[in-house]
């Protein structure tokens, strides 16, 4: 280790820093130059996860009342084609009805025809 070997009892904080030991206090060293970029790297991406993480909450919720739409006009098509189906099945039963009704309305004068063509009536 160069020329100051550790020698047994010797302390090493002693040799990390040599202006200070002979004072008998250690000086606090704060973070270096990787160490700060790295601190204010974490912030960002600190800031930027909680930025997202409501970004997401908010398409979370955004998607949930999407969904309760789609089902609520789902089930309203689901009524309309069944209001649809009754009304079709309504619409040829008055449909028959009405083939029944010129019917019956065309028997008496096709019976006055009948009889006016009858000879000897």
């Known amino acids: 280790m160069g020329a100051r070997a550790i020698s047994e009892g010797q302390d090493r904080t002693a040799l990390a820093a040599p202006a200070t030991a002979a ?20 912030e960002r991406l600190r ?4 930025r997202l993480g409501g970004a997401l909450e908010v398409s979370q919720r ?4 999407c969904q309760r739409r789609l089902d609520r006009l789902e089930d309203e098509l689901r009524d ?15 449909q028959r009805e009405n083939e029944l009704l010129r019917g019956r309305a065309l028997e008496p004068g096709q019976r006055a025809r009948r009889l006016a063509r009858r000879p000897g009536s």
């Open 62 to 65: 955004v998607e949930r009342g």
């Open 23 to 42: 004072r008998g206090t250690l000086r606090v060293v704060g973070p270096g130059r990787r160490e700060r970029g790295y601190l204010a790297q974490l």
């Open 80 to 94: 309309a084609h069944r209001a649809h189906k009754r009304l079709a099945l309504a619409l040829g039963a008055l």
């Open 47 to 50: 800031r930027r996860a909680a």
